[in-house]
């Protein structure tokens, strides 16, 4: 039976049967499996029967997180893994090793757009930083021949900038590149990616998909299909050692051995394998706990959310309101396509005053918190060019759309009378 939504967040990848009828998903916490004999052993090394071998690599409470998440997105498979940079990072790597380039976009998170020019270079990975992202038919002259993906965020980080998702696709698989989504804010309930040509979708399981702000994860998700034996990514079909047919010998590709998911399974096999940044079994459930009420929780977010932001739209000390649920903002219409529930709990603001002035108005709220997460349970309110982007200089903020007086909100799940009080009786004592 195909299952809605609300119904894969609390059972998919989850069979009480196989897990001694516990009805709450185990938590295993060990470091690895004891094989049932040598031919166990025989099969999971070679491919031939599916199993654990090793926490590092794959767990079965990661495992569960990894199959509801990949059903929540209509993805083949998922990988979890230690963050949400570590989910950027293996991405971006498993797609340009060896040399290439990654397609982007200014309107980032500060993390990534300053690891994109800081890190990656030095691996012979260049990124570029286009401001034609919502300009497809401008975008396409961007397009190198070693360019080996374009990667936006759904709705970006802190401004609110909603992606063209079908016509990056379209684009995209034009030049035989796959189109890499960050649907951090988005989370799988508000918009699914892959319905709209993604290959490949990344999260920081931290934000909204948890909800709580009590773990660090991320996930890789894989669409599946996409023709990896395009001849632009030779490491794909690359045969190894390590998948080689034992009875012959023969060496494979991870497109043979996998065909359904080479790209997360190479990932895990080799970046997760080696570099290490494994998801621990107790934060995997952490998040599985989270996914159970992540439909709830963001809609009544996005509610919050559009109510603060109609607050702010007629204060008289706010310069400018950026969310893309505002008929005012200019990516309302994207938003009203991709984003018919809401376009996230994520919104920030000018601030009409000082930076004296500004920072009285954060050092008086006392409701919300002011620290640097989202998708948090708790409103968040952060001043973005200090913090989340302070690593970028005055230019490059310029460039992503960060201008030095905003200030970003995350609405949580309190009332949201309280929340607009709380930020009205700032504003009077920022301005007293």
Request: hydrophobic share 40%.
């Amino acid at each position: 039976m195909a299952y809605q939504f609300d119904t894969l967040k609390i059972r998919a990848g989850y069979n009480p049967a196989e897990h001694k009828q516990s009805v709450q998903v185990p938590i295993y916490q060990t470091a690895a499996y004891e094989f049932r004999d040598t031919q166990n052993a025989d099969g999971l090394f070679a491919f031939t029967e599916t199993g654990f071998l090793y926490t590092r690599v794959n767990n079965p409470t990661v495992d569960v997180l990894e199959q509801r998440v990949a059903a929540l997105d209509g993805g083949k498979a998922a990988l979890g893994l230690a963050s949400g940079m570590a989910a950027i990072s293996y991405t971006l790597l498993n797609l340009a090793e060896g040399g290439g380039r990654i397609l982007t976009t200014p309107y980032l998170y500060g993390g990534s757009f300053d690891s994109f020019g800081r890190i990656y270079p030095k691996f012979n990975i260049h990124i570029d930083l286009s401001p034609n992202i919502h300009n497809p038919a401008k975008l396409e002259a961007d397009i190198k021949e070693d360019t080996k993906a374009i990667f936006v965020e759904s709705v970006s980080n802190p401004t609110g900038a909603v992606a063209d998702l079908e016509a990056l696709a379209a684009l995209a698989h034009k030049h035989g590149i796959p189109l890499v989504v960050d649907n951090t804010f988005g989370t799988p309930y508000l918009i699914n990616p892959i319905k709209y040509g993604a290959d490949i979708v990344v999260y920081s399981a931290t934000k909204a998909l948890n909800g709580h702000g009590n773990l660090i994860a991320g996930l890789v998700v894989e669409a599946g299909g996409f023709p990896w034996d395009n001849g632009k990514f030779p490491q794909i079909l690359q045969e190894e050692y390590v998948l080689r047919d034992r009875a012959s010998g023969r060496k494979r590709s991870f497109l043979e051995v996998f065909p359904d998911a080479p790209f997360v399974t190479r990932i895990r096999l080799v970046y997760l394998n080696y570099f290490g940044a494994a998801l621990g079994p107790f934060d995997a459930y952490l998040a599985l706990i989270g996914i159970e009420t992540l439909s709830e929780r963001v809609a009544k977010q996005v509610s919050n959310a559009r109510k603060i932001a109609e607050y702010l739209e007629k204060n008289p000390h706010v310069e400018w309101v950026k969310y893309p649920g505002l008929k005012s903002d200019p990516n309302y219409t994207l938003a009203q396509k991709y984003f018919p529930k809401g376009p996230g709990s994520v919104l920030s603001f000018g601030f009409k005053g000082t930076v004296e002035q500004s920072g009285k108005f954060l050092n008086a709220v006392e409701l919300l918190s002011y620290h640097v997460n989202v998708g948090d349970a708790r409103t968040l309110i952060v001043n973005s060019p200090r913090t989340t982007h302070g690593e970028l200089t005055s230019e490059e903020q310029q460039f992503a759309d960060v201008p030095p007086n905003l200030i970003r909100i995350s609405a949580g799940l309190e009332d949201a009378g309280d929340i607009i009080a709380d930020l009205d009786q700032a504003f009077k004592k920022a301005f007293n």
